[in-house]
């Protein structure tokens, strides 16, 4: 498991800092980012993982963007719907295991996307766009 990078609660973390974290995949968030431009952005913090960026309609998230050194992580809660409609979709089949494995809570069921590099990052691109679409 990844060490959270961001800890220090006085210090948000800036646009160099996210850059110089991410590395490589730091073009990667910042596609999501621009797919997400419609939604507020917002950095959080929390003992357990650190500064966080939180994108989100109104005070509901989309998703967190959760920076790690030289990689990042998605994550997010799918209502009940969304889920059985990304277990329909043929474009979406490669994650159906970690749909069908996330543990249900209040807001919806938690699915967390690890991105290391571009051969990973192609269907949470995918998955996030759809998840736009039908959030609108």
Known sequence: ?????FTDKLHEP??????????EVNPLAGT????S?????????TKSS?????VCDRKKAL????PFENAFAVSMAVRESERETFLQDA??????DLLLSAKKFSEGYAIRFH???AGEFGIVKLFIQKLIKIRN
């Open 1 to 5: 498991m990844e060490e959270h990078i």
């Open 14 to 23: 800036t646009a160099y800092d996210i850059q110089n974290a991410l590395g």
């Open 32 to 35: 999501l980012l621009d797919i």
């Open 37 to 45: 431009a419609a939604y507020s952005k917002v950095w959080t913090y």
């Open 50 to 54: 650190g500064w966080m960026l939180k």
């Open 63 to 66: 998703f967190y963007l959760i």
């Open 91 to 96: 474009e979406l089949e490669k994650i159906n």
């Open 115 to 117: 991105i290391a590099n």
